[in-house]
């Protein structure tokens, strides 16, 4: 397959960028151009805390990227690598076209960001990313679960730590979804009668001394009066050093308890970004593929790149700056970037990326949103109002917006929904992450898993006062049962520990299919 442009990446870049070529080309643009991206949807993602919080419905905030982007070829396939020296992608379409191949003349990068985890140990293993569709629902029923858990039990320290939400981050994501837990948590408990006096708790935990930095730090303060007053528990200039199931421990030693854990920090460069600028020998700024005013990469005329994944020059009235990465800059960069190609292709000049900031809004919580319009700033209400008519503007059609119309006025009316419809994850292998003393399993508990210790080390103490120190390479399984299939031991992390374990289908295959039989235990294998 060879087009003459491809745009690679379908979110706010990408898409508009897509959508404005194919206008500007009309029929003769689904020749052309092709649009490349993961997903057949373009995700909306400043409305993600909603669907987290059980306010908005997972088919609003997706724009159908065929319906969007008309006169263009959408293409959806994960993108493998870039090869450059033959102007190719290599594109992994589905388990039956893993490896196809789609050349181009021009290439547009609109890749965004990707999220890295690995920085805080724990954090890969228990933060939970809101940065797809699919995390959003994830985290929704992960809330709803832990106020039935907590309706359940009888403990008050455990009850606790189920009310309880720590969100690490305190940019767009972050104060968004804090915002929208705190709401939902707190609008549900009265479904749930055995909550007794203990309190829902959202903590926000931000690294800086201010929320909300992409967008101005007079609006980032501005949220946090209201969070506060609200009920939310702020927690600034505090560093995240390690995170388990049931705690989060920062820098300073304090900690938090709780069995819910956000995670919007971790932002990272995308791979297939990294790997082409390494290939062009391009030097990036913080990952970012340095363009020049026009959106093109210095050096290289065919290539183009727009969005979170670009360091785009911006004149703001007067100052030379790096355009910040939002959706609403993606999106102009998207459409100017449309342009200039179309201009080129024309044998036109293109033209620099020009936009006057109008102002930045952010939703807070139920029925509540800041904004910063024309250096006016508000909240409440009516900033909501103002920032869903402005999204039900974007979407295309008048059948789809008038849908997603009728699902907003019924939820403005009606309770948010407390089903859960997504089955537990069936990860038959799963990665944990103990805090130093944290208990893995208990003598007398049922095996749930087998354990593979990946790293770090775990004590194990029998009643009798025997102890045995498992080193890395340990595995922990049917030779610790009895023969009621209970743990023959207490199991503690002696140090901060990385464990594999082994659940489900594949343990059943372990103990039932393949008969396995109680034998000595296997250290460090
Ligand atoms: C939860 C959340 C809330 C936010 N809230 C706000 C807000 O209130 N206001 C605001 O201005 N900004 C907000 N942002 C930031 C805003 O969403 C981004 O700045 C914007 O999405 C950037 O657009 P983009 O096109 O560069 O990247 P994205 O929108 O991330 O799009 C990148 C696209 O590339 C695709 N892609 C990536 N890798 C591959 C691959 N290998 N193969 C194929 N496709 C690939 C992705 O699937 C995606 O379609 C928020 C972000 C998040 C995550």
């Known amino acids: 397959m060879h087009y003459d442009v491809v745009i690679a990446g379908g979110g706010f870049a990408g898409a508009y960028c897509a959508k404005t070529l194919g206008k500007l080309l009309g029929k003769e643009g689904s020749r052309r151009v092709a649009l490349v991206a993961e997903w057949n949807v373009m995700v909306f993602h400043p409305m993600l805390a909603e669907v987290a919080g059980s306010s908005l419905a997972p088919l609003d905030v997706v724009n159908p990227l065929r319906q969007l982007c008309r006169h263009v070829d959408v293409l959806q396939g994960g993108i493998q690598r870039i090869d450059w020296a033959r102007k190719i992608l290599s594109v992994d379409g589905g388990r039956f076209t893993r490896d ?160 819910t854990i956000v995670t919007t920090i971790g932002n990272a460069p995308n791979p297939v970004v990294v790997d082409l600028c390494g290939q062009l020998g391009l030097a990036t700024e913080r990952g970012r593929v340095r363009t020049d005013e026009t959106l093109r990469v210095p050096g290289h005329p065919e290539l183009w790149s727009a969005g979170d994944c670009a360091a785009v020059p911006w004149n703001d009235r007067g100052t030379i700056k790096t355009a910040p990465p939002t959706a609403q800059f993606a999106q102009r960069q998207g459409v100017r970037l449309a342009r200039n190609i179309a201009a080129t292709l024309r044998g036109d000049e293109p033209r620099p990326f020009r936009y006057r900031y109008l102002g930045q809004m952010a939703a807070i919580g139920e029925h509540d949103a800041v904004a910063e319009v024309f250096g006016f700033r508000f909240s409440g209400f009516f900033a909501w109002w103002m920032w869903r008519t402005v ?135």
């Open 391 to 525: 999204y039900l503007a974007k979407l295309p059609g008048v059948l789809r917006r008038l849908r997603v119309m009728i699902d907003w006025t019924f939820e403005l009316i009606f309770p948010r929904d407390l089903s859960i419809v997504l089955p537990p994850p069936e990860d038959v292998l799963r990665a944990i992450h103990l805090v130093k003393d944290e208990l893995l399993f208990e003598r007398g508990a049922h095996c749930r898993a087998f354990f593979y210790l990946r790293s770090g080390s775990v004590r194990l103490n029998a009643p009798d006062g025997e102890t045995r120190l498992l080193p890395k390479g340990s595995v922990l399984d049917q030779a610790l049962l009895d023969d009621t299939g209970r743990w023959r031991w207490t199991a503690v992390a002696e140090e901060s520990a990385d464990l594999t374990a082994i659940r489900g289908r594949a343990l059943k295959l372990l103990q039932t299919e393949l008969k396995l039989t109680a034998r000595p235990l296997v250290e460090g294998r």
């Open 100 to 259: 196809h191949e789609i050349s181009f003349g021009q290439l547009v990068l609109a890749l965004g960001s990707v999220t890295d985890l690995s920085r805080v140990p724990g954090m890969a293993e228990y933060g939970r990313p809101v940065k797809s569709v699919a995390d959003a629902l994830r985290l929704r029923s992960a809330v709803i679960n832990r106020l039935e858990e907590a309706n359940l039990v009888q403990d008050g320290a455990l009850r606790a730590r189920l009310l309880t939400v720590v969100v690490v981050g305190g940019g767009y994501t972050g104060v968004e979804t804090a915002g929208q837990l705190l709401d939902f948590m707190t609008e549900s408990r009265r479904y749930y009668a055995n909550l007794g006096d203990t309190p829902i708790r959202v903590v926000l935990v931000h690294g800086h001394d201010r929320l909300l930095t992409e967008i101005g730090a007079e609006l980032g303060d501005y949220a946090r009066r209201i969070l506060e007053k609200r009920g939310m528990e702020l927690r600034l200039n505090t560093r995240v050093a390690e995170i388990a199931a049931d705690r989060v421990v920062f820098s300073d030693g304090g900690l938090i308890e709780a069995h």
